[in-house]
Structures are given as C-alpha cells and as structure tokens.
C-alpha cells in the first residue's frame, strides 16, 4: 500500500528553518507530547491501493487538531496547512510535498470515526498528561449540556425527528425546548483537564450516564441534582469514592437544612465544570455541532477536548 513519505525534510525546508524564528504555540505543543504513541494508535488507517499516496495519519491527525485550535472548515485547514509555513512545519508536511485536501480531511475524521480510534487519542492525550502529574484526581466534577443540533427541529406535526439527523433528539430543560445533543463531561477538578467526554441524544437523562463518567482513581465525585440517583451514590460507595452529588429536594417536602448546606458546598467547587463547557462552546465553537450523526458529533468532542487538555497542559506547565 501506498502513503507519502514526510520523513525526510527537503532542502527548502533546512533553508526557511535556518531563518525562521523559535519558540511559539505550535512548537510547545510539539515538544510537549509523544507523537510516536498517537502513531501507533493510527496504525489501523492503511492508505488505499489506488489512486495517489496517502498521506501520513499524523499528518493528518495533527491538521484536524489544528482546525480545532484554529476554528477551521475543511477547506479552510487545506488552505492554511498549505499556506502558513508554521501548520506545515507541525504537521510535517516538507515544502516540496502536496499538502492533503479537504475531502482528505473529511474521509479521515470519518475512518477514525468508524474504527472507534477518536476515544483512544484522547485517552492517549490524558495518559501522557497523567505521566507528567498534570491529573490530580483530587475529585471528579461531571455534567451534561445541551448542543444545538446542525439542522432545524421538525415541525410539530411531523413526529420527532428529523430524517436529515435521526441522531438529534429533543430534551427540555428550565422549561424551554431543545433539539440536538448532549456533550457528558468528566473534568478533573485540581487541574480542569477533561478526562472523558461523550455524545448522546439530547433526551438521554444526565443520571444515564453518571455511572460511566467514573474514573476509578478520584478521591471525590461532584455532580448537580441531575445525578442524585441511588444507584449512583451505592457505585461510588463501592469503589470507595467521596459521594459530592447533589440532593433533591423531595416533592411536597422541605429540604432539610443539611442538605442545602452540603448542595451549597459542593456546587462551589463543581462549577470548574462548567467553566469546561463555557470554554467548548464559546472558544471551541460547540454552542452547535458541526456534523449530523452521533457518531460524527462525537468524534468531532474527542478532538474538541484533545485540543482543550493540550492547550491547558501548556499553560499548567508555565505555571508550575
């Protein structure tokens, strides 16, 4: 099988790089992290046998990163990696070489998609994170919010979903009616890294959920009233985690005055969540999904949240 070999700069490249001046965002990022592990776990993405030479799915993997930093379409990101001399030099992309187009791109993301590999880059990205003692695992803040879908709800009078993206679901919430999805985040508290994120249908119930958000090695686990479900509490209580979910109030009952303390409490401390979600939808672009399917969306969070945890392990790391 075919695939393009960046391996070896060309001489252009030696010349610009001579004169080209250090240091910057992209280049802290490609210090920071074993790219070699991200390969391995690409591996599965054989080029095809016709047509030209694939490119290299770290090439690749690194130009869907990049869209995400930089708030890039498909053919966006074709123009700027093949424009801008600092995308080339982080993708690896020589001067002398094509650079790949946006239906490479597109069929990427899709074949990551397909063969599951988008969660195990993230889980990847957080383990070298972890390896560097950036996860405190202090506690566990989780929650779930609503994203627009990429197409129109349908009307009332034709049922429930829309057969452009059967995947998007309505849900309500404070009494107004939404349409689309729900990102589930798991966020470690000390350090605001997110360490697992999901995509459903908006008319998941956040508590559907709760239990998988569990990492396993948190001290605590915080989580508003949408989690207060028996099941949940008994699951941390197994695994010997520090129950911080909210109580609701029982319908027709005052709530007693230690329960409002402890949601007063703990609400402080489980608002770094919601600081995540602000920073996704605000910066990442994510008030509305960007693609129609589930499984599409959801590869679209994966890299969305790779990027975020990169981006916070640069600055983590001046700080420290």
């Not at 047509?51 to 966006?76: E, H, N, R």
């Not at 608002?271 to 995540?276: D, H, I, T």
């Amino acid at each position: 099988m075919s695939r393009r070999n960046f391996s070896q700069p060309s001489l252009a490249d030696a010349f610009v790089k001579a004169y080209s001046r250090p240091g910057g965002f992209l280049e802290d990022i490609a210090k920071t992290f074993e790219w070699s592990a991200f390969d391995v776990i690409l591996r599965p993405l054989h080029s095809s046998s016709d047509g030209a030479p694939a490119y290299p799915p770290l090439t690749m993997f690194k130009i869907v990163l990049l869209q995400q930093w930089y708030g890039l379409s498909d053919p966006a990101a074709e123009e700027a990696v093949r424009d801008r001399l600092s995308f080339r030099r982080f993708c690896g992309v020589p001067l002398d070489e094509e650079t790949p187009d946006h239906s490479s791109i597109w069929r990427f993301r899709q074949r990551l998609a397909k063969l599951g590999l988008d969660e195990k880059l993230l889980a990847e990205v957080n383990r070298q994170l972890d390896a560097r003692g950036l996860i405190v695992k202090r506690g566990t803040l989780v929650d779930a919010t609503i994203i627009a879908a990429a197409v129109k709800p349908p009307p009332h009078d034709e049922g429930q979903v829309n057969p452009r993206d059967p995947d998007a679901s309505f849900t309500k919430k404070n009494g107004e009616t939404y349409f689309g999805y729900k990102a589930h985040l798991a966020v470690d508290e000390e350090s605001g890294i997110v360490r697992q994120a999901e995509m459903t249908s908006a008319d998941l119930h956040d508590s559907q959920r709760g239990e998988a958000m569990i990492q396993g090695d948190e001290e605590a686990y915080y989580g508003d009233k949408a989690y207060d479900s028996a099941a949940l509490r008994k699951a941390l209580n197994d695994k010997k985690i520090d129950d911080k979910i909210a109580y609701k109030a029982k319908r027709g009952a005052r709530q007693p005055d230690w329960q409002r303390w402890f949601n007063k409490t703990a609400s402080s401390v489980r608002v770094g969540v919601e600081r995540a979600n602000a920073t996704m939808k605000n910066w990442y672009g994510m008030a509305r999904v960007r693609y129609r399917s589930l499984a599409r969306n959801n590869c679209h969070l994966q890299f969305v949240v790779m990027a975020m945890n990169m981006k916070r392990a640069r600055v983590l790391e001046a700080a420290a």
